[in-house]
């Protein structure tokens, strides 16, 4: 039971380049989400996903695409990578409503 | 629609007590708390789900005003292990879907 998996743990791109941040859980919760994470700004939403084939827009979603394709995984792709984009992202789920949210150990990158 | 924390950043000797606060300029549902330790993934501490409703957790507690979408923690007799960065998340409601957003945080850190 791993909880919540984030791969890569680190990347460094360099600007342009493209790459998906793979997020998976095996917790059978319905709704996942993309965070980043910058110093001084906590926790900003990307994208949310509430269920299998859905994605909803965040805080911060310009630069980013999802894909929710089955319950478990849920990815995040940099198309055009830009130093702005430069961060830490975290992965999360939550059963339902009411319910505590867990995390992935997330995924530091740098765009050079 | 991010929350908003205060203080930003506070530092106190062992055993001594301190209160984050977090607001919101939306209607609050429940406050979700964690704390993440530096290089960690966030971690959940309690969340409240009814106004003026009040946990706790070891020595941590909370209180939820939601006539005020306020909520505050509590750390008594503050120990070492409770230096980090404490967050609270409020869900946003949109369509049916509550998407959990974050404040920027409260760094915590506690000196012997």
């Known amino acids: 039971n791993a909880g919540v998996t984030q791969t890569p743990k680190f990347q460094v791109l360099k600007t342009g380049q493209s790459m998906t941040l793979q997020c998976a859980q095996d917790m059978n919760h319905n709704s996942m989400y993309w965070y980043r994470q910058d110093p001084g700004m906590g926790l900003r939403l990307i994208y949310y996903s509430a269920s299998e084939g859905t994605t909803d827009k965040g805080e911060v979603p310009n630069g980013y695409n999802v894909s929710r394709l089955n319950k478990r995984e849920f990815s995040l792709r940099l198309e055009s990578a830009a130093p702005s984009q430069t961060s830490v992202y975290f992965c999360?789920?939550?059963?339902?409503?009411?319910?505590?949210?867990?995390f992935g150990q997330g995924t530091r990158l740098t765009v050079v | 629609q991010q929350p908003v924390q205060s203080p930003q950043a506070v530092i106190l000797r062992e055993g001594e007590d301190a209160v984050i606060n977090c607001s919101s300029s939306k209607a609050l549902y429940s406050v979700h708390w964690y704390r993440q330790k530096h290089g960690e993934a966030p971690i959940f501490l309690m969340i409240l789900l009814k106004g003026g409703e009040q946990k706790g957790h070891d020595k941590i507690s909370a209180s939820f005003n939601e006539k005020k979408q306020q909520s505050s923690l509590y750390l008594t007799a503050s120990q070492l292990s409770y230096s980090g960065t404490y967050f609270c998340g409020t869900p946003i409601s949109n369509f049916g879907n509550e998407k959990l957003t974050f404040g920027t945080g409260t760094r915590l850190t506690i000196i012997p």
């Open positions: 999360a789920t939550h059963h339902r409503t009411g319910t505590e949210a867990f």
